[in-house]
């Protein structure tokens, strides 16, 4: 690559010149390339420790003047090839035109001008983005990685570490570099040399320990090896990258989705040092995350910044330290110390932003106002006016809210506002849909509606109750109330001591962040009703068989009312997200939501559980709930060792706490008592739910550990779970179901849920989030792996049966396959990978590939290596394997065609190869006209007729077509019928696809060991079957009742076609020349060649083409494809229509020749095909790294 000219004041140190004219040196670097002796040996050790070849790259040209002692560095290159192009253009553009200068000077600013304007032109012409904003260094290491482990450009360096790893006992230093889909190292010292490749979707474990062999190092676990690192300068930023990748690589198994950078991200003002645009990208990622996680906002909320500040608390009289982040669409506050104060503003809200006066008291304030009459005053603030410039900006682009001159519950009973004045016009409009205001589930919750007609009570309980709801309000006249509300340790204080029934649903609907997603997307959710509903498929049907179990015990989901609710909710969300579309657990916990708010917020509840705070539960595999109940199992282990290594004996931990999780207690305890844990999920998160699994076992330990059996366990947790009560509760008790099969003959004592929620506190109150992510990063790559290989194990099992390869083989074709599907996901393919993933079809029919990864796959493992002929047969065999014709085949297409070559018997190897030469494995473009494609697929089904009812008349044939229903009903019966191929099915070939047959075979004997015996053997059969069907036609022609399939037994009484010429002393024993005598009895007339012929010619392009009467068979090379007839003008010949044979004349005549059938009955060694495939990109590598130096060496 072109540089823009530097200074060097030393050329001859650590360099060795190659070429030299009077103005340009090029130099290879010492230690790269053969030879260099000691010298050289420690050059290249030193560059890899120092990251000099980084910086450095192997080959450089020089520009010199004879009179100055400085030289420019204006060129360099990673590979001879490069600098051998920039060295030819200085010699052929610039060396006569910088001759003629008289001064030094000149030439050098002529030449430094060149240079410059070239590399501008080249920057302006670069698509990347990614590349112009990444520091030359950093381009460089790019370039290294990609030369040393034999990447492509699409692989992208995220950054690189220098660190030691360790093989063996030995710390080998060297470098680390982590891209988007491979982590990989490298090591060079004193001549030896190390190279680690690990995809990231092959990892199974990240972990940063410490022990005393290892110190503080890091280490990458794969389902065979271990490797450790260490040695980092910064070993946590170096561990927190390879979570983030690992944990893009887990999202790509189970999504199928590729990494894509983060177009929208804002350029730095400054090319930063050693820092890769897609580092910045993913630390972008990271931050937003977490800012999204601790404020509950939506998926596309980008960070734009954030600053210390203090706020002004007016309930507490005082300014809270903490940190302000500003977004797209909100304004956040967190103070320092944790549950002191949190703060979220939407940008709709905001009516005024404005800086107040400063003071000694009150430095540097700004003052925000919302259309709610609330005000907020933060200060303190380093960079005042650029914030002020920046939330301007933010609010200039905020749409205006519908309900801003509403009051604080707008958003809440929206609703209910909006269908109060419709009028009799307006009805008639709303009748036709499946969602409008006038629905009762539109504006209320289904308690509110069965509540509303029942006499007030004012019993102790609802007096209760009533209290409950007071401090509540005394809570939102002093916090504020709504979104803005300021969130304190006293809010979470009212939460546990449960939230009162009548302000459940809008408080979820504020803790959980629905709130805000739902007033930024009005109408949504009736839009979606109408276009899911009537729509028919595998989540509907799940859908309607649940609706029925959800809470069959309380009344409200006793009536269609409530049933309709939960339909159009859980039909709505399954439309809106088809790769959850339903769950098992989502009908309970929706069913939940429509209790206490209306369906529309129920709707956005759902997607902030499913989407937000619950991510991957609900997916077809549950990985998310299995996730979380690894992070259970080590918890359990953390908190209470004795009972965990108990509870691991007997089993229970991942049987218990499955159900646990999916439904948040549900489906487990008394409705009223886990309604109190949904309460405090809502306003915690899910370190709720785990406190609470903790303080059951706790409560229960004595009794788990005596237990013998995993239903013993069982029976404990239930019947406590079961027992747990809301002493508080105003509504009539509703029967636990679970309750009613467990209780037994003596009840255990009732436990309180308020006193297990503050027991939760007490014991497990010290667990953190951000330790529970961390917890859950290390399960994910646990669980997704083992769910990988329970795939694997379940598709090895499926084609066992089918297919005659071993358990071992199948495994390793699997992984085979799914890592070309996984490739293509980030290396980019004629289709995504995410169309080509479906994860509804069963495991073996999951993973699909397109026509380019076959023929890859085909050309390392096929047993039929045809030369240039195998992209052909490739293309045919993948358009026969793919039955239902969408471009794509499953493993399971793709093992029976395998398995046909390497394990099918000498006639099923022949019908796979005759298959091979016919339509749909030859498409018509491969067809020399369109005439003889016409004709070939007319021809197919009247050969049969003809044989069957050649006398029959058309009066008969007019009868035949009338049928009575019965017949109808049997060929329907057939054709569900798994129907058996035989040969006798098998269409018959014309002479063009014969013709084509012999053309493939000769290619697949070209690299036997008998491969003269085989040509002779080719050439007899060729011979035989061209007779066959010539005498076939003409009994075809000749006898219309005769069958054409007694051509065999006639062809041996036929006279030959043409007199045989007698053979010349040279011509006996050459089987080419003899297929040449075949073909050319084809009796083949000229014609002119079309563009297919083109085509179809370039792939003999290894071959020469000679005709057969122009040499000599001694004369003819091996490498020779013999056209008979028409002087090499065979493909551009005009064939004989009417001539076919059938399969079983092409085997009878193939079983005449004793090398034939050893050659197709031979087993074949598939090991050594599979471990040279696996062995390939190992090559690849190699060869890649292989100084090209070296290669000219060789060469010469």
Known sequence: MWIQPEEVLMAGALWVSERANPFFILQRRKGHGRGGGLS???????????????????????????????????????????????????E???????????????????????????????????????????????????????????????????????????????????????????????????????????????????????????????????????????????????????????TIAMRQLLDNEAFAADRSLPKPCKTLRNVSALKRDLDARAKNERYRMAFRLTQDERLDGHTDCTLWTPFAKMHVVGQLFISNNYICFNSREEDLCQLIIPLREVSIVEKADSSSVLPCPVSISTKNKMNFLFANLKDR?????????????TPDSSWGDTSPLSLIGHSASSSAPLSSGSESVHRGRHYHPGLPTASHGLLQLYHQDAPEDLGPKAMKEKMKEEAWNIHFSEFGRGVCMYRT????????????????????????????????????????????MGLCSLATEEIERDLHRSMPEHRAFQNETGIAALRRVLTAYAHRNPGIGYCQAMNIVTSVLLLYCPEEEAFWLLVALCERMLPDYYNTRVVGALVDQGVFEELTRAFLPLLYEHMQELGVISTISLSWFLTLFLSVMPFDSA???????????????????????????????????????????????????NKQTVAPPIPHLHALLTSGDDPPPEIDIFELIKSSYEKF????????????????????????????????????????????????????????????????????????????????????????????????????????????LSARLFRLLDQNKDGLVNFKEFVTGLSGMYHGDMTEKLKLLYKLHLPPAVCPEEAESALEATHFFTEEEPQGEKGKDGGADSEEKKEEKVKDYRYYLRM???????????IKDLPRMNQEQFIDLCKTLYNMFSEEPLEQQLYHSIATVASLLLRIGEVGKKFNNNNGGRKADDAPAAAAQAPPLQPQREEGPGEGGSGETQVCRALADAQLEPAAPDEETKDD????????????????????????VLIGGGGGQRRGSVLDVDWSITFEQVLASLLTEPPLVDYFEKKRDFQNKMAASKAQRAVERQTSSASDHELAQHST
């Open 1097 to 1120: 010619d370039a792939s003999l392009s290894s071959y020469s083409v000679v005709s057969s009467g122009s040499l000599q068979s001694e004369d003819i090379g091996d490498d020779a």
């Open 972 to 982: 329907w019966a057939k054709e569900k019928e798994p129907k058996t191929e035989t």
């Open 385 to 397: 006016d650029f914030l002020v410039q920046r939330i301007s900006d933010f609010l200039q682009r």
């Open 675 to 725: 309604v109190l844990l949904v309460d405090c999920f809502f306003y915690e998160g899910i370190k709720v739910t785990f406190q609470v699994a903790l303080a059951v076992l706790h409560d229960n330990m004595d009794a788990l550990l005596s237990c013998s059996d995993e239903g013993e366990a069982m029976t404990i947790l239930g019947r406590y779970l079961d027992n747990v009560v």
């Open 765 to 872: 109150g010290s667990l953190r989030s951000d330790v529970i992510e961390q917890m859950r990063f290390k399960q994910r790559l646990k669980v997704i792996q083992s769910l990988e290989d329970t795939a694997k194990r379940s598709v090895v099992r499926a084609m066992m049966t089918e297919s005659a390869f071993s358990i071992e083989e199948l495994e390793e074709l699997y992984c085979l396959f799914k890592s070309k599907h996984m490739t293509s996901c980030y290396w980019g393919s004629s289709s995504s990978a995410a169309e080509r993933h479906d994860p509804s079809l069963p495991y073996l029919e999951q993973y699909r590939i397109d026509p380019a990864q076959f023929a890859q796959l085909f050309a390392s493992l096929a047993p039929w290596v045809c030369g240039g002929h195998t992209s052909t």
């Open 489 to 532: 340790s006293r809010t979470r204080d009212l939460v546990l001591n449960g939230i009162p029934e009548r302000l459940r649903g809008e408080l979820w609907l504020l803790f959980s962040g629905a709130q805000n997603e739902m007033a930024t997307h009005p109408g949504y959710y009736g839009d979606l009703v109408e276009q899911a």
């Open 40 to 90: 050289g040996l420690l050059v290249g050790t030193l560059d890899v420790v120092l990251d000099s070849s980084a910086r450095v790259a192997p080959y450089r040209i020089l520009l010199q003047t004879a009179d100055s002692q400085i030289y420019w560095n204006v060129a360099c290159g990673s590979s001879r090839k490069e600098i051998t192009e920039h060295w030819d253009w200085l």
């Open 92 to 246: 052929a553009n610039l060396l006569q035109t910088i001759s003629i200068f008289d001064n030094d000077e000149d030439v050098i600013t002529f030449v430094k001008g060149k240079i410059s304007g070239i590399i501008a032109e080249e920057n302006r012409l670069k698509q990347g983005e990614e590349q112009e904003e990444d520091c030359g260094k950093f381009r460089e290491a790019e370039l290294k990685m990609r030369r040393l482990f034999g990447m492509p450009e699409e692989e992208k360096l995220v950054n690189y570490y220098s660190c030691s790893y360790w093989k063996g006992r030995v710390p080998r230093q060297g470098w680390l570099y982590l891209s988007v889909n491979h982590l990989c190292f490298y090591s060079f010292l004193l001549g030896k040399e190390v190279t680690l490749v690990v995809q990231w979707t092959e990892v199974t474990q990240l972990e940063k320990n410490a022990t005393l062999v290892f110190p503080e190092s890091v280490r990458v676990s794969t389902r065979h090896t271990e490797h450790f690192f260490s040695m980092f300068l910064n070993i946590n930023d170096t561990f927190k990258l390879m979570e983030q990748l690992a």
